[in-house]
């Protein structure tokens, strides 16, 4: 899958690369963040989108106003939003389900009034802030090329460290905390340090993804772009990729990201087949948001562990027809 | 690609309705070459009343232009990319017609901050009427996007001046508590460093009460203006269906209608229709004529809609949005025009953003157009974008609007100011040459 990722520039048109691959591969990030604190820790957090804001705008003040590398940035991006995540996270060790989802959800709000408000942050009236171009070691990476290499190495490398990290003793912790916490602290596991850690963990991808979509992506720091919606369309995400599954989060943000987009320019294709203006614009634009809704339920109740789960059955069907792909026995990625 | 004739809103029900083609008429009229122009359009979502209408004006402005042998003998053909007003859709749209946009209209605030670094590179103009970043009234630290009318600073410095107006003068301001009450996301921000410079000059004191997105709920902040702080006046920037709902708050707690003053993203029928006969005499802002007494609505009333090729039901037109619609539609016809002669054809967003500069809107040109008193005059060049445009104001008189103003211009120097001081600070930020 990482050669077909690396190989894609070559392949796919410019579209491809700066419309559907770059912001998937971020998004996907960013859910496999919320996915070790949601799917893995057990603990429902709404304030996803706004810990991406927090990356973004460090990132961009960093790099902009205070000229650190674009690397370094990307990294303070993400350290900034991993502090205030702990902070956030510090109500879970006393409540936790639907009462966590609301504290949660309020850090959603503060975060994105203190990015307005605070006048040193410089985002002022407009609440945005623009990236200068963007260099690292005197190469430009204005290409989409180039950009989409960069977000692939950080998605890539910290990909790969999350799925390692879940298949840790600190996964393996997270995990028992999930399935009953005060079993797992009787038995030794810190709920402090583990929660806070899988808050920290978390948050620092949100802050990362964050930062690529200023420099990988949009090019901007926005607050219009981390509102409340976001945040839940990345646990509708992790919930239709599959809980507690690495691919599941890339999975899901291609479902939740892509699939619109996919039934609209279908839906206008047909439509044009049958000489246009047969159908009116206005019910092919209402009609793609029925599309959508009904897949998700669709694939809701065909396979409530999402998509991960299919598609490893997928995978294991294969394998047992054809007796290939015995790297995915025993569950693989 | 060829339009049906009817909108229709039984779609909302879910009824599968096939709506009846326009007569596919064979084309007598010969044209040298077509014009293909994307369009970003919101048809869904909270966002879609006010946003149709706008679609649909421009689209039949085309119709018309079309029918009278198009531009220069080029004919407009659209295409629309719906992307409900959000930002990563807005993103993608522009990806899938990459190359070849003539010029880009989101009519969305967010979009354009999220489209600024794109439509640089790629050289092609993104505008937002009335809205966008105020400060690319700037055409030289902006090359490539253009407020075109009216920008926020122009329009909050201007809504303060008739307050002024109807307290008969502007030393009489002094003293006074503005209400205001707004969207908190960079639309409904963009007035503050306005209002505080306003406040400081004429001695009147002004309090924001922010309303997180959509605002659907402002009772709250409607009794603490009207009992605790009582503002002398209101003034409200708000949006789609937020816009409905301050008029049954303010019959609530018994503050006068006449003294709230809306933006003029809240002056469409779709906005204050809702709320009816309630909303009688309440004021808002405009940057254009409203009802169908100009030469260009009759006459696309008389040639677009009698052929059966209107985009709109025939009742809309005529109203705000629409209106709005078929403004943006000369402002974009002009600047393709001008892009033609100056540089030929074929058309590219390079050619057109050129043309763009080029647009000289005098009195006599809005005459050709039959656009007198639709739309303010509006002259362009390599260094301004526009935006620093007067506003009218309009009364609702429980079915309609009228205008009650004359047109009320902007404190030019201070939004100047400010103008330059933040293309300032945006250059500094990206560290960008001004471009030549």
Redesign the interface.
């Known amino acids: 899958m990482l050669a077909m990722a690396v190989a894609a520039p070559f392949v796919l048109s ?2 491809w690369i ?3 691959l770059i ?1 998937t591969i971020i998004f996907g990030l960013s859910a496999l963040g919320l996915n070790i604190v949601s799917g893995y820790a057990g603990l429902i957090s709404m304030g996803q989108a706004a810990f991406m804001a927090l990356g973004a705008f460090s990132a961009v003040i960093a790099y ?2 205070f000229g650190v590398p674009v690397p370094l940035a990307i990294l303070l991006g993400g350290t900034v939003a991993a502090l205030v995540g702990v902070v956030v996270g510090t109500p879970s060790l006393r409540i936790k389900g639907l009462y966590l989802m609301v504290a949660t959800l309020a850090s959603q ?1 503060i975060i994105i ?1 203190a990015l ?1 408000r605070v006048p040193w942050t ?1 985002s ?10 963007v260099r690292i070691a005197g190469f430009d990476f ?1 290409t989409p090329t180039a950009k989409y290499y960069l977000v692939l190495v950080v998605v890539a490398l910290m990909t790969l460290f999350g799925w390692n990290l879940v298949r840790s003793r600190i996964g393996r912790a997270w995990m028992a905390l999930r399935e009953h916490d005060i079993a797992a602290s009787i038995m030794g596991v810190s709920m402090l340090r583990y929660k806070l850690l899988a808050f920290l963990v978390s948050s620092f991808y949100a802050g990362v993804a964050g930062s690529l979509v200023v420099f990988g ?4 720091a ?4 981390y ?1 409340l919606d976001v945040s839940i369309k990345i646990l509708g995400m992790i919930i239709i990729g599959g809980l507690g599954s690495v691919l599941g989060s890339f999975l899901g943000a291609a479902f939740i ?1 892509l699939l ?2 996919l039934i ?2 279908a839906m206008q294709r047909v439509a ?1 087949l049958t ?12 009609a ?3 599309v959508f809704g009904a897949l998700i339920l669709f694939f809701l109740i065909r396979e409530p562990q999402g998509l991960a789960k299919l598609w490893f059955g997928l995978a294991s069907w294969v394998d047992r027809r054809t007796g290939t792909f015995k790297a995915t026995k025993g569950g693989g990625k | 690609m060829k339009k049906a004739g009817m909108w229709c809103k039984a779609a909302w029900a879910g009824v599968a309705a096939v709506a009846v083609a326009a007569p596919f008429a064979v084309n007598a009229q010969q044209y040298k070459g077509e014009i293909l122009h994307p369009m970003m359009v919101t048809r869904t979502g909270p966002f879609a009343t006010a946003s149709t209408g706008v679609t649909a004006g421009q689209q039949d402005y085309y119709t018309l232009v079309n029918m009278a042998g198009g531009i220069d003998g080029y004919k407009i053909v659209w295409e629309e990319c719906e992307f409900e007003y959000k930002v990563p859709r807005a993103l993608e749209c522009y990806e899938r017609y990459k190359g070849k946009w003539k010029m880009v209209y989101p009519n969305s605030t967010p979009a354009i901050f999220a489209l600024a670094e794109r439509v640089t590179k790629d050289e092609v103009l993104a505008i937002n009427l009335a809205g966008g970043r105020s400060d690319s009234s700037d055409g030289e630290t902006f090359p490539y996007l253009a407020p075109v009318i009216a920008n926020f600073w122009a329009q909050a410095t201007s809504t303060i001046a008739y307050i002024g107006q109807l307290e008969g003068g502007m030393d009489k301001l002094k003293g006074k508590k503005i209400a205001y009450i707004h969207l908190d996301n960079d639309y409904g921000r963009q007035p503050f460093p306005m209002f505080d410079e306003l406040a400081k000059k004429y001695g009147f004191e002004w309090k924001s009460w922010a309303l997180s997105w959509p605002a659907l709920e402002q009772s709250a902040a409607w009794v603490d203006i009207a009992r605790r702080y009582r503002a002398d006046y209101a003034v409200g920037w708000l949006y789609g269906q937020s816009c409905a709902v301050p008029y049954t708050e303010i019959a609530k707690v018994g503050y006068p209608m006449n003294k709230y003053i809306g933006s003029l993203w809240c002056g469409t029928e779709d906005d204050v229709g809702p709320a009816g006969p309630l909303a009688k005499d309440t004021v808002t802002a405009n940057f254009h004529g409203v009802g169908k007494d100009f030469p260009v609505i009759k006459e696309i009333e008389a040639k677009v809609y009698k052929a059966g090729k209107g985009n709109a039901e025939p009742a809309r037109v005529g109203s705000v949005a629409y209106n709005r619609g078929v403004i943006t539609g000369i402002i974009i016809v002009e600047a393709m025009r001008n892009g033609l002669k100056a540089k030929g054809a074929p058309l590219d967003g390079k050619k057109v953003r050129d043309g763009y500069r080029m647009i000289k809107l005098d009195d006599a040109r809005l005459k050709q157009l039959g656009a007198t008193g639709l739309m303010p005059n509006l002259v362009f060049s390599e260094k301004y974008h526009g935006g620093m445009d007067s506003q009218l104001f309009q009364k609702w008189d429980g079915t309609k609007f009228t205008t009650i103003s004359k047109w009320i211009p902007p404190d030019q120097a201070m939004v100047q100011a400010k103008i330059d001081e933040s293309a300032k600070a945006f250059r500094e930020q990206t560290k960008a040459a001004p471009a030549k």
């Open positions: 410019e579209y700066k419309a559907i912001p902009g106003r709000f009034w307005q410089g002022g009236s407009f609440a945005t802030l623009n990236t200068p171009p204005s992506w949009t090019g901007a926005s607050v219009q772009e509102e990201l619109p987009i609209a320019v044009a000489g246009g203006g047969t159908v009116s614009v206005d019910i092919l634009a209402n793609e948001h029925v």
